[in-house]
């Protein structure tokens, strides 16, 4: 507001609108507070806050529209040129004669075409490979590309990059086709939009938030990796890996894949793994370790780490498995089983190990099998049981190591085990326990109370084929009702150390019949000492069951005295030659034998007599003369060289020892081939061997020397059973 407001025009020299016009001036420069202001003639004028704050407005404004432009740059499609289309922006495109066109910078918009394009054609310009760049910016511009007969898409839908599956399963885009880029579970697969009932396994079929099914695409085996094993375990924790492996062979099984691969590492698992028909499970050469520690049961409630019940047609192939088989407080306990198939048939087990189980290998009612380089490690029973009329088994190098028994057979039929090795059965507490130096859960079994190398019982047609077992405790032998060949067996460093023991046996009313040929029976020891309870073979029912030894027969080292095999009732030496027997059982009084008594100065016949005294028999030996000492002989055949010998009794005497020796004599000169020193007051001996070529023009004798003061010697309990091949 102007003081005076003269009205005067312009050019005025009044002062008093010179000082209208100094006050205007003041509040057009300096105020800050508005934005007009009235000059002296009335007009209103922007003062220079309102300049400032109109710039600034302006200046958002320009950036707002800025931005906008920039959002709106794109090219909109109008669609195919015509009549009625409404441009209402630069930006905006239509088709004509397959080239896009917007409108000229001239064109004042908006505007709407005529479909006269020859009046209309000045407003608009091509823009051709602009809207191109565009199209193939968008998600669906690989569409636009061509590639091998098809476009680009067809290539990136079918290898869309995806770390996981759970990213798949939250997929919904229009890929066909991804690539799982996670290790383990790496793979392609391709969507079925075929298939809209298939379950997710996990591994091979995975289903997307869309309800699409997503399928792996392989050839050959499956991998349980594709399902999430992880073969970690430390020996104290680890992944969980049962559902991975069964869902990788159920997923076989539905698939019709015939091998699933579990690579090398070590597999926890929380339940057995059940095999199905006709899908082989294959390791990495045992390197592949699956461990169950638990109690678990299978769905035919057995405790056992593979189980297989009612399958055919399939194989397990280097596979390592361990079971829950512990040592605390020097208490063992175990409960699993290794590998135990129920009624399975027409399958084979190859390269595997079951180690720390209950028993390692179980097959029950399964025929048209078998088992072949497979060990049985520190299972606390038997390495292998074969059952309720399991028939045409073959059982091919078989290694039971460490465990409690070796093979039982019970109920089995025309079946085969061939080249069995035994280590170390039965060793469970004792000294030598490979197992237990490092502070583990040791051997299986207990060496004072050992099981069986072999028992076999209602087994008809069983084949053993060079089985070996070297240093161990168990008993070698047992058989009830039980018919079987054993070919060329090898056992080394066998010990007894229990108080009830036989090497062979048979037991029970119902015949058997055993026929062990060429075997080889070395270092045998018995370290409790011979007695009744400890037999080197043992007949029950003389009357239907025999054991057959036949071959360069090695007896059992004396090991167990007049027990060890010669003269057992029930135990037949095939191919042998008697050439002396002399029992007490079959002596009769007044009987004798023909000894020859020999002194140092010749030969002159002596005599062997049966006579009673105190109410037992006693063989006496009487002499000629009366010498330091008398040599009885018996005159072995000509040319026998493998020679089987019993020979035990007691005698009374003031002398330390008495002698047994296999000589050869010319009549003069006397070469001693094998001796023998009974301690004092007795000799036991039981052996076999074979003889060196004798000198020429010698004979072969068995001699017993007696050093005694009287003419007459008196020997106790006596056995001679004198035979060769």
């Not at 035919?300 to 512990?326: A, E, M, P, S, T």
């Not at 079946?415 to 469970?428: E, F, N």
């Not at 087994?459 to 060949?485: D, H, M, R």
């Amino acid at each position: 507001m102007t003081a005076f407001n003269t009205g005067n025009p312009i050019g005025s020299t009044n002062p008093k609108d010179l000082y209208d016009n100094a006050q205007n001036l003041d509040v057009l420069v300096n105020s800050n507070t508005d934005v007009s202001h009235a000059d002296r003639l009335g007009v209103q004028r922007k003062t220079w806050h309102g300049m400032e704050s109109e710039f600034d407005a302006d200046q958002t404004q320009r950036s707002s529209e800025f931005a906008q432009f920039l959002a709106d740059s794109a090219y909109q499609d109008l669609g195919v040129y015509g009549a009625g289309i409404e441009v209402t922006r630069y930006n905006q495109v239509f088709l004509k004669d397959g080239e896009f066109y917007r409108a000229a910078a001239t064109l004042v918009l908006p505007y709407t075409t005529t479909g006269v394009w020859v009046s209309e054609s000045a407003s608009f310009v091509g823009v051709g490979d602009a809207v191109l760049r565009q199209d193939l910016a968008t998600q669906d511009g690989a569409d636009l590309v061509g590639f091998d007969g098809g476009t680009a898409q067809d290539v990136l839908d079918n290898a869309k990059p995806m770390a996981n599956y759970t990213a798949l399963r939250a997929y919904t885009g229009r890929a066909t086709g991804v690539r799982i880029t996670q290790t383990g579970l790496a793979g392609f697969f391709q969507r079925d939009d075929a298939d809209t009932i298939s379950a997710d396994n996990g591994g091979t079929i995975i289903v997307d938030a869309s309800g699409r099914r997503w399928k792996r695409l392989f050839s050959g085996s499956l991998n349980v990796m594709w399902f999430g094993a992880n073969g970690d375990w430390n020996g104290t924790t680890g992944t969980d890996n049962y559902e991975a492996i069964q869902g990788a062979i159920n997923a076989a099984d539905m698939l019709v894949v015939g091998k699933v691969e579990i690579p090398r590492g070590s597999y926890y698992i929380s339940k057995p793994i059940e095999v199905a028909s006709a899908v082989d499970i294959v390791g990495d050469g045992q390197y592949t370790h699956i461990i169950k520690t638990n109690a678990a049961l299978s769905t035919g409630g057995i405790d056992c780490v593979i189980y297989g019940k009612d399958k055919q047609r399939f194989q397990i192939q280097n596979i390592r498995v361990r079971g829950n088989r512990v040592k605390s407080l020097g208490v063992v306990t175990a409960s699993t089983h290794g590998f135990y198939m129920d009624g399975c048939n027409y399958f084979g087990i190859f390269n595997t190990r079951a180690q720390e189980c209950v028993n390692g290998y179980v097959y029950e009612t399964c025929w048209c099998c078998s088992l072949e380089q497979a060990t049985a490690q520190q299972c606390q029973q038997y390495g292998f049981i074969l059952r309720e009329s399991t028939t045409s088994v073959v059982l091919r190098n078989t290694t039971a190591w460490g465990t409690g028994g070796g093979w039982r057979l019970d109920g089995v039929v025309y079946s085969q085990l061939i080249g069995c090795a035994c280590d170390y059965s039965d060793a469970g507490g004792a000294s030598n326990d490979p197992f237990a130096a490092s502070g583990g859960s040791g051997s299986g079994g207990d060496y004072l109370n050992p099981q069986y190398i072999f028992r076999l019982s209602a087994c008809q047609g069983i084949t053993i084929v060079s089985p070996g077992c070297e240093n161990s405790y168990s008993k070698w032998l047992y058989a009830e009702g039980a018919f079987a060949t054993i070919t060329s067996p090898y056992v080394y460093n066998l010990k007894c150390s229990a108080n009830n023991y036989a090497f062979c046996e048979t037991r029970g009313s119902g015949g058997s019949a055993i026929s062990i040929q060429n075997p080889q029976f070395a270092d045998i020891t018995n370290t409790v000492g011979i007695g009744f309870t400890r037999r080197g073979y043992f007949v029950e029912n003389t009357q239907v069951q025999r054991i057959y030894l036949s071959g360069i027969t090695s007896q059992i080292n004396g090991a167990f005295g007049i027990y060890s095999v010669l003269g057992i009732p029930g135990v037949e030496i095939l191919g042998k030659n008697a050439a002396a027997r002399f029992t007490q059982e079959n002596m009769l009084i007044g009987g004798g034998q023909p000894f020859l008594l020999s002194h140092s100065t010749g030969e002159t016949v002596g005599t062997a007599s049966i006579v009673e005294s105190g109410g037992e028999k006693i063989l006496r030996l009487k002499a000629t003369n009366d010498t330091a000492f008398s040599r009885f002989r018996i005159k072995l055949p000509d040319g026998f060289k493998h020679v089987m010998l019993q020979m035990a009794f007691g005698y009374v005497s003031t002398y330390q020892t008495a002698d047994v020796k296999i000589i050869e004599t010319d009549g003069t000169t006397i070469n001693n081939l094998k001796s023998w020193t009974g301690s004092t007051g007795a000799v036991s001996i039981a052996e076999s061997f074979t003889l060196p070529t004798l000198s020429a023009g010698y004979k072969a004798y068995l001699q017993i020397q007696l050093r005694h003061t009287s003419e007459t010697f008196d020997l106790k309990n006596f056995v001679l059973d004198l035979n060769y091949l």
